[in-house]
């Protein structure tokens, strides 16, 4: 299969057929009649795709991007993926900025990038955007464009800057709007979330240790950050301390079964050493399992 490696602006210009006006960062609308090729594409840039058609089908891990006209899709360095053609399409239609890691040094974008969760986001978390904010999307990569096009000066860095973080913080607040447009999807993987923690605790946590965020986005299909957030939006609580409340509230039920040491409660519920189950009981209770247990 053929592989991409997307080290330098340079090469992903060259790829499509794109002028190189900057050697850190680029902006261009691909819309050529274009034979999508099964292909693995290794990205060193970060990049934001915004997809105008269904001109192919991409995949990250196990799952496959949700995305139907008009989302966008982002990657990260080091990222991996898997293009192959759509049955029915002739050609793949979108817009998309690049930009070199390099061009973030010493910025405080660059000091701030791991708040942009949705790099990590898994295929089939694509962000949808409404009519309004294609319009806010373009718009600030537009103004990226004209700058681009100008002579470089001692302003143009910071400039480009600044308006690919406008460009991250309108994403952040469009991916805030779809967890909350997606309530009724969100409610069913925080049911499925419960169910599977309550299953796992009662069953597996003796013997696989204790439960992890990380489990549960991968049996739901999602990745960590975009499950913590999910959970959040819907829950009020982070995906960590719902399951806290959960071990909790296992562990009192436990404590009441007398005939159980506390060392043993702390194993049934997948703590390896007695004296973090202690930490993390009086940490949430104030007491600690011996002081709980005396005092029912």
Request: glycine share 6%.
């Amino acid at each position: 299969m053929k592989q991409i490696y997307f080290d330098t602006v340079q090469q992903f210009n060259e790829q499509y057929g794109f002028e190189t006006l900057h050697p850190l960062v680029s902006v261009a609308r691909f819309d050529k009649p274009h034979e999508v090729e099964e292909c693995v594409t290794h990205y060193g840039l970060y990049a934001l795709f915004l997809k105008e058609n269904k001109g192919c089908q991409l995949s990250y891990g196990r799952t496959k991007y949700d995305f139907d006209e008009m989302t966008v899709t982002s990657f990260a360095p080091g990222q991996t993926i898997h293009v192959s053609p759509m049955s029915g399409v002739k050609y793949p239609k979108w817009t998309a900025i690049v930009f070199h890691p390099d061009l973030l040094a010493r910025t405080s974008l660059g000091r701030n990038i791991s708040r942009y969760e949705f790099f990590s986001y898994s295929s089939n978390e694509a962000l949808h955007l409404s009519a309004g904010e294609i319009e806010i999307f373009r718009g600030v990569l537009d103004m990226i464009s004209q700058e681009l096009r100008r002579s470089i000066d001692k302003h143009s860095r910071d400039l480009i800057v600044s308006n690919i973080e406008l460009l991250l913080n309108y994403c952040l607040r469009f991916y805030d709007r779809q967890f909350v447009t997606r309530e009724e999807i969100n409610h069913s993987v925080v049911k499925k979330f419960d169910t599977l923690l309550k299953d796992y605790i009662a069953t597996k946590a003796e013997r696989e240790g204790l439960p992890t965020v990380a489990y549960f986005a991968d049996k739901c299909c999602l990745s960590n950050g975009y499950f913590s957030e999910l959970v959040k939006v819907e829950t009020g609580r982070t995906a960590k301390d719902f399951i806290a409340a959960r071990l909790l509230a296992a562990a009192k039920e436990l404590l009441n079964d007398e005939s159980l040491t506390i060392t043993r409660v702390g194993q049934r519920l997948g703590f390896e050493y007695s004296q973090h189950f202690v930490r993390f009981f009086k940490a949430h209770t104030g007491k600690t399992p011996t002081q709980y247990r005396a005092a029912v």
